[in-house]
């Protein structure tokens, strides 16, 4: 028993491994689409996006000013490492990696269709380029014809091809040919999500919108309106959440469409190409300031808003709400969510200048001055983000691909096996898999013992 | 009833790791000590750690109502469950027990992290509640179980390097050859894995918050431990990369893992760290 290395048609052909990605061009084309300034590309980029995992990203000029000093706020500021991921450096390299995947990709087409297409062509598989198993000798059994397709039909290869010749007999089987596909897949895969990611943020928008049930509210850069017909949190016994639930009616005015529904967390309202998601919830209260001429002005005041008005030296800011309100350790603090002691932490502002920061509850009369400041009818409202994001499903069919892709090139591997019975009996097999060859070549080879059909 | 789920998960859970710590010292001493006879018990001990193990995460989701992937010392447990069995199906596979010695250690260190974080059992917010979780998180179980077989072979396969002098080694350890294509396909599998890892991540993330990529920390640490091995695989094909780059290569792979899965919920803010 012996064995040669294989050499199989799509070595022949100059398809193996070892061609890919290393002919033609010049040095300076070989940057755009090479395989190393691929992976060159690919680890500046995760190297230069743990920056922004250590560098807080999208906050106020002010923020980084406080946070950060000397060399290092210079750094942030010139080479915009307050948001790495839109900073121009990181899209000319994000732009880089795609053409690189797009001319790989369009460099590869040629070959694998050759490779795809490559007959089954058994004069080109002689016997010295197989695997040489042994002697077929009578004793074990079958004619070696019918070995040999035996131990074909073993390995797995329920079909193949064969053709009688002056020499022999000849056979030959392929297997999981799909797997060629797979890396170009996986490639195109990736390349569809970077396209369309950026698409989406180029052709997308995002908008919120924030209101009390029986409100209406414009979707910014939008024609639409959203009319806010019912908020309600779903509580569990320990007030513990277990859903937000906002319905709705969408709507265009102009035109007439009108759509309604109901969004809550992890099930958006899907409409017009929009989504719109259920993303937070708050107190809004009805505060009244009465001026020192007697005059009374009323609004809806949202967490966080300060209630101002032209003319007016004193302000109000809404810094919280306790629905149910205690203190603990010296802190205010809400014993369960619902409205059994409300309070409003606030700040009062004279001139901008912070002059009070007290606790009042409803209709209790915050006065400073000749203003009075009362708030009423607490109640929850609702923040919903709308999205509109054309790139969401073809990026998702990338990624489709890119796993199909990935899972044909792993466990969809292209195999192959030829067979040769000489005239006097030799039995020739040979298998070639461009993937782990080693597992391939051994579990041939113990097929071959188990089948006793050598010596 | 969830009282008593969670006491039969207790049971379970220490007796999984008393077992996994058991398989670690018969592993490491039928490695050290060269007695093969240990190796065979090592494998029963880290099944028998395996079975208990199982029943401690199939007690505590009956207990909570629940697939055991919402919280850190949940995915914990179900990281170190999902290395065990990464582990038995390649030594059942390839028959190399020796494997066992640079393996079992992962398995306890990620169960040690496991028994130190609460296990409360609390309801799930709501962004929380979605079957995307499960697909996410369990997807994230496998990846990360190969990645860590990945990385004790390649402990092995550094080790193996270092002694070829040794006979013991030489008998007991598979060839270079065979262990650097062990590696390759646990990181194979590993990433095929983790791709899915990130995709239900970024449906789960579209469907809960709006978006399905926000550049949060958790995920960049994801995107980057999928590039690392990404180099590693095409690193492998375009300059024949294997050996012993590759093993190191696949050890600073899983140093990475490691960092997006404690390091990211622990030092960096994100929107991930709920799962605290």
């Known amino acids: ?35 190393r300034s691929g992976m060159i590309l690919l680890a500046l980029v995760a190297a230069l996006s743990i920056l922004g995992t250590l560098i807080p990203q999208g906050h106020t000029a002010e923020f980084y000013a406080q946070n950060f000093s000397g060399v290092k706020l210079s750094a942030i500021q010139f080479f915009q490492l307050d948001r790495v991921y839109s900073a121009w450096w990181y899209g000319f390299l994000i732009l880089m990696l795609s053409i690189n995947l797009i001319l790989c990709n369009l460099r590869r087409f040629p070959k694998l269709l050759k490779e795809w297409r490559l007959p089954m062509v058994p004069e080109t598989i002689l016997p010295q380029h197989g695997t040489f198993y042994g002697t077929y000798t009578a004793p074990f059994g079958e004619p070696p014809k019918i070995a040999v397709e035996t131990f074909f039909k073993r390995a797995g290869f329920k079909s193949f091809k064969t053709k009688e010749t002056t020499d022999g007999l000849y056979l030959y089987a392929s297997r999981c040919k799909a797997g060629l596909l ?61 859903q937000y639930l906002t319905d709705l009616i969408l709507y265009d005015p102009e035109n007439g469409f009108r759509a309604s529904g109901r969004t809550q967390v992890n099930a958006p309202f899907r409409s017009q190409g929009m989504s719109i998601y259920q993303n937070g919830t708050g107190w809004a209260l009805d505060v009244v300031m009465q001026k020192a001429d007697g005059s009374e ?62 606790v009042a509850m409803p209709g209790e009369p915050i006065r400073y001055g000749d203003t009075t400041f009362s708030f009423y009818q607490p109640r929850l409202f609702t923040v919903l983000q709308v999205v509109r994001d054309p790139g969401t499903i073809p990026a998702g069919a990338g990624g489709m691909l890119l796993l199909t892709g990935l899972f044909l090139s792993f466990y969809w591997v292209p195999k192959s096996l030829y067979g040769y019975v000489g005239a006097d009996g030799k039995v020739w097999v040979s298998g070639f898999t461009k993937k782990n060859p080693i597992i391939y070549h051994e579990s041939l080879s113990a097929l071959w013992q188990t089948l006793k059909m050598g010596e | 009833m969830l009282e008593q789920f969670l006491g039969i998960e207790s049971l379970c859970f220490y007796g999984a790791l008393g077992l996994y710590f058991a398989a670690m010292v018969l592993y490491l001493a039928f490695f050290l000590g060269k007695n ?93 509640r979605s079957l995307w979780l499960t697909f996410h998180v369990a997807t994230a179980v496998v990846s990360y179980g190969a990645f860590g077989v990945a990385f004790g072979v390649s402990g092995m396969y550094l080790l193996r390097d270092r002694f070829q002098e040794d006979d013991f080694i030489q008998r007991h350890l598979p060839t270079l050859g065979k262990l650097d294509m062990i590696s390759y396909r646990a990181v194979a599998s590993g990433y095929f894995f983790l791709t899915l890892v990130i995709i239900t991540g970024a449906i789960w993330a579209e469907s809960a918050w709006g978006r399905y990529w926000a550049w949060d920390p958790k995920e960049t640490w994801s995107l980057i431990t999928w590039i690392i091995y990404a180099i590693y695989l095409h690193m492998r094909i375009v300059k024949g990369w294997s050996g012993k780059k590759a093993a190191v290569f696949a050890l600073i792979g899983f140093i990475c893992v490691l960092f997006t899965y404690v390091g990211v919920n622990t030092l960096l803010p994100s929107i991930h760290s709920y799962v605290n």
Do not use: C
Not at chain 1, 184 to 212: C, D, M, N, P, T
Not at chain 2, 99 to 121: H, R, T
């Open chain 2, 36 to 128: 093969e006879k240990l190796g065979r018990v090592a494998t029963y001990v880290l099944w028998g750690g395996f079975i208990l193990h199982s029943l401690a995460l199939v007690s505590r989701g009956l207990g909570a109502q629940r697939v055991p992937l919402s919280n850190q010392y949940e995915f914990a447990t179900s990281f170190a469950w999902g290395i065990a069995l990464v582990y038995l199906i390649f030594e059942r596979r390839y028959s190399f027990r020796a494997m066992g010695a640079f393996v079992a250690p992962v398995i306890l260190l990620i169960i040690g992290y496991a028994a130190m974080q609460n296990k409360d059992v609390r309801p799930l917010m709501p962004a929380l």
């Open chain 1, 1 to 35: 028993m012996g064995s040669r290395k294989g050499n199989s048609p799509v070595e022949q052909l100059g398809l193996g491994t070892g061609t890919i990605g290393k002919k033609s061009g010049g040095r300076i084309w070989g940057v755009f689409y090479g395989m």
């Open chain 1, 182 to 242: 797979g890396s170009w897949l996986s490639h195109l895969g990736l390349l569809l999500i970077i396209v369309f990611f950026f698409i989406g943020k180029l052709l997308g928008f995002e908008a919120f919108v924030y209101g009390v049930p029986g409100t209406d509210q414009v979707v910014a850069g939008t024609p639409y309106r959203i009319a806010i017909e019912a908020f309600d949190i779903e509580y569990r016994q320990d007030y513990s959440i277990h």
């Open chain 1, 297 to 358: 002005i009323s609004r809806t005041l949202y967490t966080s808003e300060v209630f101002e008005e032209p003319g007016e030296s004193i302000a109000l800011h809404y810094l919280a709400f306790y629905p149910d309100f205690i203190m603990k350790d010296g802190q205010p603090y809400t014993a369960t969510p619902f409205l059994n002691r409300p309070v409003l932490l606030y700040s009062l502002f004279e001139e901008g200048r912070q002059v009070r920061t007290n």
